[in-house]
């Protein structure tokens, strides 16, 4: 089994900072990919950043600038460091990563439980 764990949400206020972690744990081989989404309400969840193993990133163009993602191969971890907030990225956010589970020969993609993030005054 593989159970991805988001934590750092909040509330925040505009123009403030908050860093989100996830940790992957479980039955893993490797960790491949690791990325962020996040789902705004009434609207469709979308990409924010993606990170590959070797440490190549992408952004949505509405955080760049502001967002950094990052990771700690040897902890199976991943964070968005999100400044300059905005009360448009209010959204719960997602860790989302393509991982190989041991004995196993493709890597299956596992999302975490979602973490609520709120810019307002």
């Known amino acids: 089994q593989v159970h991805l764990e988001e934590s750092g949400g909040g509330l925040v206020q505009p123009g403030g900072s908050l860093r989100l972690s996830c940790a992957a744990s479980?039955?893993?081989?490797?960790?491949?990919?690791m990325g962020w989404y996040r789902q705004a309400p009434e609207k469709q969840r979308e990409l924010v950043a993606v990170?590959?193993?070797?440490?190549?990133?992408n952004y949505a163009d509405s955080v760049k600038g502001r967002f950094t993602i990052s990771r700690d191969n040897a902890k199976n971890m991943v964070y968005l460091q999100m400044n300059s907030l905005k009360p448009e990225d209010t959204a719960v956010y997602y860790c989302?990563?393509?991982?190989?589970?041991?004995?196993?020969?493709?890597?299956?993609?596992?999302w975490g439980q979602g973490t609520q993030v709120t810019v307002s005054s």
């Open positions: 989302n990563a393509d991982i190989r589970r041991r004995f196993y020969n493709k890597d299956s993609t596992y």
């Open positions: 479980g039955d893993i081989f490797s960790v491949n990919a």
């Open positions: 990170i590959t193993i070797g440490g190549t990133t």
